[in-house]
């Protein structure tokens, strides 16, 4: 099908869409009105490219109603399948004489979303205008990709509405279109998704019978078709043993000279309604039933022909209307049969390519440095389909009694089957990795229906059979989607952890799905982004101080600093409403220098004061770990007393040290050389190994306060507690907990040996001025009575 064809078949669903010459619409006007005040710009529109105008179904701030499409900038964006940009279009050789960059409105920047109706086909942009040259980032326009999904959202809407189809109602054509995607997506028998589809069609059209396939091709060049699907409910028991013998022969038919064939050869619908006088007729296997009307209408995604729906006897007989109105479901086939190719393709690619490094030795599995590669390529690949990924992170329930009674052996042998099992449920293009341990994450593309992953864990559960052992395990599995959570790779493994926490603390044996609605929404990320810049800058940012008590000599040791936005609008704002927003930016550099340098000027200024105070201040992730934090560390210190600096303590989350070996060990060893303490926070959530911990060049353990918190009423809070308490000790370690906020839990604390402590019960973090007050007048037998 050449580019004529194509675009044909897009016009003509423009005209099934029904907008064009209607109306303004206070939907789509409300949209348009938020893009231009958003962007700053003199124009914004929602465009429709009819075959040869651009026709504005909204407009603001241009007068006209419609344009040539000979000399639309649109024309250009739905050409793409991204974000068309032009920055400066009087330098761009592509428009810098189009009329209306030479003449009113004197169009400089232009940026245009392709807008797709409900049967997949770019109708239109919407963009925005300006007639002075901006650039913006990819970040930059995410707010006008939102809106264009809005108002593709309220096209679907008003076309099941208006539903003016003649032959196939819209609203049963979409329950096909969605149950052909959901059985493709989720079904590992392809001739059942062709079947399921082949079906729909049938009863859509009132078919007697028909038939649904691929499009392949010979050496030679020839096209045939592979069948996927084919009726035999008409055919009689004498003819059963035809239909068996298409069926050993694979599917195929090759004939070209018939009507049956004439699709693949022309890739053009092909009708007849009285076969019997139809010089095209043929090609049906003796003792086949009587064909009278037949229409076959070639499949494609793109311009690539990929497939062929045939149909036939229906008695009303058939017409290019009804082919039209068939059209989204016809496209539908035409993208999952074309992605299913691109699956086939890049599995046999990856095969090809992937070295032994990136794979775990013992399941085989990808590990997690090739894990991240293979994410971020299906992140990217989401966003060019306007698909969705599910990312699931699965820990196995009852290894570890595995491990100690049967031994590491038996232990691998389950671990290699749990893997199987894993890759045989999921589709060939998704993604099963081993993460370490017993923690497996599975990538899957386009998930239709949360039973697959129950599948995911039915798997597990299944008994495993080794060396006369019947063993058996679960699975505890936290899910989140993208572009729904829509966050880079590294958080949505953590989001897809923390909701398999959650699935442990509900019984184990299930799965969770991660909840968005606690976390800040996507608006609020790009709010806080926008605004850091000013608040860094104007001084908005103020630490506040929180006592650490020492329990050997009952006075105060120094403070955590705690980093606090005073926001002009909103107030005081604690670290939950901003800091993980700017994690893995460029602010949290700059923060984590401002927090680093405020502490070290607050340390010489205690000094000068005779104050022995410490001081700790907490460390962003992706800043510890990054190339430049020791450079940063050692131009905050540059003024610092060698003296002093052993006083100013970086907190690490035990996580964080995890995450990067290596780099964290290299950096951790420059702090210490450099002269500053290392505190391990958040201790006894991260699973490290002993070895790992001895390698630490950690001064100081914080017991995480979860633990702290609910230690006298939980036998197992109380045991790891304890433990830590030994381990420290063992290791001649300082321990510091956390989260203190009664007397008994201050008293089994002292009593199990822990050095410091800090908490509500002592003082909220405060001010710089209210915290040297508390500190000065703090005596330890007030603190029953404050």
Not at 213 to 218: A, D, I
Not at 274 to 286: E, F, I, V, W
Not at 321 to 349: C, F, M, V
Request: with cysteine.
């Amino acid at each position: 099908m050449n580019v004529t064809e194509n675009e044909k078949r897009r016009l003509a669903a423009v005209i099934r869409l029904g907008i064009l010459d209607t109306p303004p619409e206070e939907r789509f006007e409300r949209l348009t009105r938020i893009a231009r005040q958003h962007y700053r710009v003199r124009t914004a529109l929602f465009t429709i490219l009819d075959h040869d105008r651009q026709w504005f179904k909204s407009h603001q701030g241009l007068e006209v109603t419609e344009t040539p499409r000979s000399v639309a900038f649109c024309d250009h964006a739905i050409r793409q399948d991204h974000i068309f940009v032009v920055e400066n279009a009087s330098l761009d050789p592509r428009f810098r004489n189009n009329p209306f960059v030479v003449g009113s409105p004197h169009i400089r920047f232009y940026a245009g979303v392709p807008v797709r109706e409900p049967g997949g086909f770019k109708v239109g942009t919407l963009c925005i205008i300006d007639d002075r040259p901006r650039q913006f980032s990819e970040k930059d326009l995410d707010v006008l990709r939102t809106l264009a999904t809005m108002v593709e959202e309220e096209l679907e809407r008003s076309y099941i509405e208006s539903d003016k189809s003649e032959y196939v109602p819209v609203s049963q054509l979409n329950r096909a279109i969605h149950q052909a995607q959901s059985v493709f997506l989720t079904s590992d028998n392809e001739r059942s998704a062709f079947s399921q589809m082949l079906n729909d069609l049938l009863a859509l059209t009132g078919s007697q019978f028909g038939l649904i396939g691929e499009v392949l091709h010979k050496s030679n060049g020839a096209p045939f078709l592979k069948v996927g699907a084919i009726t035999n409910i008409a055919w009689s028991p004498e003819t059963q043993a035809l239909y068996q013998d298409v069926e050993r022969r694979g599917m195929v038919f090759d004939r070209l000279d018939n009507i049956l064939g004439l699709p693949m050869v022309s890739g053009e619908t092909i009708i007849s309604n009285d076969l019997s006088q139809d010089s095209r007729r043929g090609g049906l296997p003796a003792g086949h039933p009587t064909i009278n009307t037949y229409i076959g209408i070639p499949v494609f995604s793109g311009d690539t022909h990929l497939g062929m729906i045939g149909l036939a006897n229906r008695a009303e007989g058939y017409s290019q209307k009804l082919a039209d109105e068939l059209a989204p479901l016809s496209q539908t086939l035409g993208n999952l049969i074309e992605r299913k190719r691109l699956y086939e393709e890049k599995g046999s690619h990856k095969r090809d390519l992937e070295l032994a490094a990136n794979y775990d030795a013992l399941t085989g599995l990808p590990n997690r440095h090739r894990l991240t590669e293979l994410f971020e390529q299906e992140l990217y690949e989401a966003g060019q389909r306007n698909g969705q990924v599910s990312v699931c992170f699965i820990d196995l329930d009852g290894f570890k009694s595995i491990n100690d009674e049967h031994g590491h052996a038996v232990g691998d042998a389950v671990l290699k089957s749990v893997a199987e099992k894993l890759k045989a449920t999921v589709r060939s293009h998704d993604i099963v990795a081993r993460l370490g341990g017993d923690e497996f994450v599975a990538i899957l593309r386009d998930v239709g229906d949360e039973r697959v992953y129950a599948r995911l864990l039915d798997a597990i559960r299944q008994p495993i059979n080794f060396r006369h052992h019947v063993l058996q395990v679960s699975g505890s599995m936290g899910v989140t989607v993208y572009p729904e959570d829509n966050v880079d790779s590294d958080l949505l493994l953590r989001h897809a952890d923390q909701a398999m926490y959650a699935a442990k603390e509900t019984g184990k044996n299930c799965y969770k799905i991660f909840d968005l609605q606690s976390h800040s929404s996507r608006k609020e990320r790009v709010r806080v982004l926008e605004q850091i810049d000013t608040a860094l800058r104007e001084q908005q940012m103020e630490l506040y101080y929180q006592p650490k008590i020492c329990f050997h000599h009952h006075c105060v040791n120094g403070f955590e600093a705690l980093i606090r936005w005073n926001h002009p609008k909103e107030g005081v704002l604690s670290p939950a409403h901003f800091l993980e927003h700017i994690e893995y930016t460029e602010h949290a550099r700059t923060l984590g220098n401002f927090v680093i340098r405020e502490a070290v000027k607050q340390l010489m200024a205690f000094a000068r004061q005779d104050l022995p105070y410490t001081l700790s201040v907490n460390l962003s992730p992706c800043h510890f770990l990054s190339e430049e934090f020791k450079d940063d560390l050692s131009s905050a210190l540059e003024d610092c007393p060698i003296e002093l600096r052993s006083r100013l303590i970086l907190e690490i989350l035990e996580t964080t040290a995890m995450d990067d070996t290596e780099t964290a060990l290299r950096n951790l060893k420059a702090s210490r050389e450099l002269g500053v303490d290392i505190s391990l926070d958040d201790f006894g959530t991260g699973y490290s190994s002993l070895d790992y911990f001895r390698r630490l060049p950690a001064q100081e353990i914080k017991i995480d306060r979860s633990f702290v918190m609910d230690m006298l009423s939980d036998p197992d809070d109380s045991m790891i507690v304890s433990a830590i308490v030994s381990l420290s000790k063992s290791f001649k370690r300082r321990l510091v907990a956390e989260g203190i906020e009664n007397a008994d839990v201050e008293r089994k604390l002292i009593d199990l040996g822990c050095d410091l402590g800090q908490g509500f019960f002592y003082s909220k973090p405060l001010p710089l001025p209210e915290a040297l007050h508390w500190a000065k007048h703090f005596r330890w037998e007030d603190r029953l009575t404050a």
